[in-house]
């Protein structure tokens, strides 16, 4: 599934970097983006977070990246350490991605907060 890690490596590249035209193409419009906190996001505001700062990702570095693929769905797990504003933590995450018109998209996201 080189394919979903190569889409993985460009989200976060664009979320660090305020790519918002990338992150356009790579979010579904039906995103639900569930962070550490559980506060929600939808694709507009998740970009918007992005665009605007409130969200300012500085760094997110993954490891332990496992894809499993289901037909048209793949499931991304793994462990990822953040770097956001000033906070710096660890979570656990599954990102799920839907094949649509022959184009993979990002669905879902759910992470949790590795205790300190």
Do not use: C
């Not at 660090?16 to 906190?37: P, R």
């Not at 506060?39 to 500085?58: C, E, P, W």
């Not at 993979?104 to 300190?116: E, F």
């Amino acid at each position: 599934m080189d394919e979903i890690i190569t889409l993985e490596n460009r989200r976060i590249e664009a979320m660090v970097n305020g790519d918002t035209q990338a992150l356009e193409e790579i979010l579904a419009d039906d995103l639900i983006y569930t962070h550490t906190t559980a506060r929600l996001d939808t694709k507009a505001s998740f970009i918007d977070a992005v665009a605007t700062g409130r969200s300012n990702y500085r760094s997110v570095e993954r490891e332990d990246v496992n894809v499993r693929q289901y037909g048209d769905t793949a499931i991304v797990t793994g462990h990822a350490k953040f770097h956001v504003g000033d906070n710096k933590f660890e979570a656990r995450f599954i990102d799920v991605y839907a094949k649509r018109n022959d184009a993979w998209q990002m669905v879902a996201w759910q992470s949790t907060r590795v205790p300190d």
